[in-house]
């Protein structure tokens, strides 16, 4: 094998070929000419990548590996890293971007003359567009680091011809993003674009500061500035969001790595606007060195108050007027340890606004976060009066989370509010929602700002006439629930059950994966667009709903959406389709409608695209759904069960008395749908009675 040629896992294999990952065991079991482990351990080898892909297409299981497959496999085999591949692609994909022509005159040099010329003009690039060596963290990569990477590099300039220099690069760090998810903290593009929007960074011509930048996707959701400025303490992040944002945006783009607190980059910068999602509950800070540091105007922030010192920093570093947009735990609004900064910053009037935010919207994703909108005071500004409290947490849907969020109910909520704060310096109170708190009325003891603890509670359900129809709703759902229950079960006698459906008394079955081989059904993992089978998935065309493993869990409208940058080309739903959760070991089964049909198909879920000719759809569905069938098809871990679709039994029966079953199984599918409806209606019902009768809206008599 070539020396620093790329390896790839198991798991790289499965996606490469689009299979699971027990396939690539018994390849390695049954075939001794598979490629052996290069590298890697016992337990998780790595193989030789070129080995592998010879292999497959001589075995006919890979007839070309797609090219994006191609390069990030290479990136994420290289043996000096993922990340370290990733930067030095990028910069590749800097120069295509940038200078094209350049790029085509170098790349028709031979591989050795290639990597020798390419250092040369990298350097030129990097510091036309991120500054000058020492200034950024990108380093230009020298001829003997590339000269094992020219066929990588290659295959990227390739890439980038098909979905463009940008959205290659956006596809290999979100492969890489996707692979390392302990490693980043990840903001959300609907936060980042709702937090561009509150610091009126969507103007065109704003400098902009993010000074914990992670890989850059709140200065990405800036759509027209004059400049970028971010900071990062990890080195290898920051050069992957210089990189970004150079491909990015044509805007001047200054990236530094280093501790933004105890060293900043930017003593003397004064922007229009800072974007920042800041570390939370950090303890070493800082503290004890920065004690007298000149940018704790409001006050020295305790050592559990990180967050506090971060707000300072962004305010120093705005221009007088300027606008920073803060992602904050929801303690720190209510800390006593802060009180007497928050107080400060009320006082003076740099804290405008303060908006929770349902879970789910970031991570960490089960905690509420908090917006804080502080502006910095200009000479001769009067302090106002107000502080503008919104509390967008009514807007998760019911046992949701950041699959359901209704973004778009977010962002009108907010803005609508802002905007109207904005113009007025007041907003009218939208009871449970939104409104402008005195700023006197907050400095108490506690100086607490959770929206929640000031703003009215909202009527109940808007009042009785919501709740007369919640109730109306209810008598109906309850009323068809009981006519669809079910019969009265009788013991039969299995022989003379047998003789009367002309079915055999020990019925012959067969596997999932048995009728995938004889053609009666296709199979198709979800989020991958793999399949077994004849059928091909149909390209994306977005906007997109996907239906997610809570949806099908729930029984609900797809709630899920698409990831941003090239498409995955997801697999797409079809009326009487038949979709099966593989996690958590519970027995349910979604025969797909009208209604979702069009949907992509989200993750950790598997569809069974059956014959109608050969198998009838809610027949198919409802013998998958068999407590006992499931039980003997699932595997069993510490941490999760897993269900192996292929290993589900269901009987040889004629196509009639398939549809014997299916019709007996739609209609158990229509009661539990009418009771989970009632179970819901009833809740609410029950909740706004509650509220009602607390609140004094709802007449006890």
């Known amino acids: 094998m070539p020396e620093n040629a790329a390896e790839v896992t198991a798991a790289g294999i499965a996606r490469l070929a689009g299979v699971g990952r027990a396939a690539v065991s018994n390849w390695r ?28 297409r001589d075995q006919g299981k890979l007839a070309e590996v797609p090219l994006r497959e191609r390069v990030w496999q290479e990136v994420s085999g290289d043996p000096a890293g993922a990340a370290s591949a990733l930067i030095r692609t990028g910069c590749a994909l800097l120069l295509v971007h940038e200078r094209p022509m350049v790029w085509l005159e170098l790349a028709a040099a031979s591989d050795v003359r290639f990597a020798e010329l390419l250092p040369a003009a990298l350097d030129d690039v990097l510091t036309a567009r991120l500054g000058e060596q020492g200034d950024r963290p990108v380093h230009t990569p020298g001829s003997r680091e590339l000269r094992a990477r020219v066929p990588l590099l290659r295959a990227a300039a390739e890439l980038a011809a098909d979905l463009g220099a940008r959205q290659a690069f956006e596809f290999l760090l979100g492969r890489y993003l ?4 302990r490693q980043y903290t990840l903001t959300p593009p609907e936060a980042a674009a709702l937090m561009t929007a509150l610091a009126g960074a969507t103007a065109e011509g704003v400098s902009v500061l993010d000074p914990a930048a992670g890989t850059g996707t709140l200065l990405r959701a800036v759509p027209h500035p004059a400049a970028l400025h971010a900071q990062e303490a990890v080195p290898e992040p920051a050069a992957l969001t210089a990189l970004r944002l150079a491909l990015h945006t044509e805007a001047d783009v200054r990236v530094h790595a280093g501790d933004t607190l105890r060293a900043d980059a930017f003593p003397r910068l004064a922007v229009d606007a800072v974007l920042c999602h800041p570390p939370f509950n950090e303890r070493n800070w800082g503290h004890d060195e920065l004690a007298y540091d000149p940018r704790w105007e409001y006050g020295f922030p305790a050592r559990t108050e990180s967050e506090l010192a971060w707000v300072q920093h962004a305010l120093a570093r705005l221009r007088p007027g300027g606008t920073a947009v803060l992602l904050m735990p929801p303690a720190a609004a209510s800390r006593r340890s802060g009180r007497r900064i928050r107080a400060d910053l009320l006082r003076r009037g740099a804290l405008r606004a303060v908006v929770a935010l349902p879970a789910g919207a970031a991570p960490p994703y089960g905690i509420p976060l908090h917006l804080w909108v502080l502006r910095r005071p200009a000479a001769g500004d009067r302090p106002a009066p107000e502080l503008l409290l919104v509390d967008t947490a009514g807007l998760a849907a019911p046992g949701g989370g950041r699959d359901t969020l209704d973004w778009s109910a977010v962002h009108s909520t907010v803005l609508e509010a802002w905007g109207a704060f904005e113009r007025q310096g007041t907003v009218e109170e939208r009871p449970g929602v939104s409104g402008a708190v005195s700023v006197i009325e907050l400095l108490d003891d506690d100086v607490d700002l959770a929206p929640a603890r000031h703003l009215p509670p909202p009527a109940a359900a808007s009042g009785t006439a919501e709740l007369a129809l919640v109730r109306e709703r209810l008598t109906d759902t309850l009323r068809r629930t009981h006519d669809l229950v079910p019969p009265a079960v009788t013991v039969a006698d299995r022989a003379g059950e047998a003789a009367q459906a002309h079915v055999p008394a020990v019925t012959v079955t067969v596997t999932v994966g048995e009728l995938a081989r004889a053609g009666a059904l296709v199979l198709h993992a979800g989020g991958t667009g793999t399949s077994t089978g004849a059928a091909t998935p149909a390209p994306p065309t977005p906007p ?26 997801p697999v797409r739903t079809e009326e009487g389709d038949v979709v099966v959760p593989v996690l958590g070991g519970g027995a349910v089964v979604r025969v797909v409608d009208a209604a979702t049909a069009g949907a992509a198909l989200g993750r950790n879920l598997q569809l069974l695209r059956p014959d109608p000719a050969a198998l009838d759809a809610w027949f198919l569905a409802g013998f998958l759904r068999g407590t006992a069938n499931n039980r003997r098809a699932s595997s069993y871990a510490s941490t999760a069960t897993r269900l192996d679709v292929r290993r589900l039994r269901l009987p040889r029966l004629p196509l009639a008395d398939q549809r014997r079953y299916g019709e007996r199984f739609r209609a158990l599918a229509a009661f539990e749908d009418a009771v989970r409806l009632a179970g819901q209606l009833g809740e609410q019902l029950v909740r706004g009675l509650h509220d009602g009768l607390t609140d004094g809206s709802v007449d006890p008599g």
């Open 178 to 181: 996707d692979a390392n998810p």
């Open 544 to 569: 997109t709903p996907v239906l997610t493993e809570q949806d099908v869990l729930a029984g609900r409208a797809p709630s899920g959406a698409l990831p941003e940058g090239p498409p995955e080309e």
């Open 29 to 56: 079991r049954r075939h001794t000419d598979f490629p052996q482990p290069v590298g890697g351990t016992e337990t998780s080898p790595s193989f030789a990548l070129g080995e592998v892909e010879q292999w497959l």
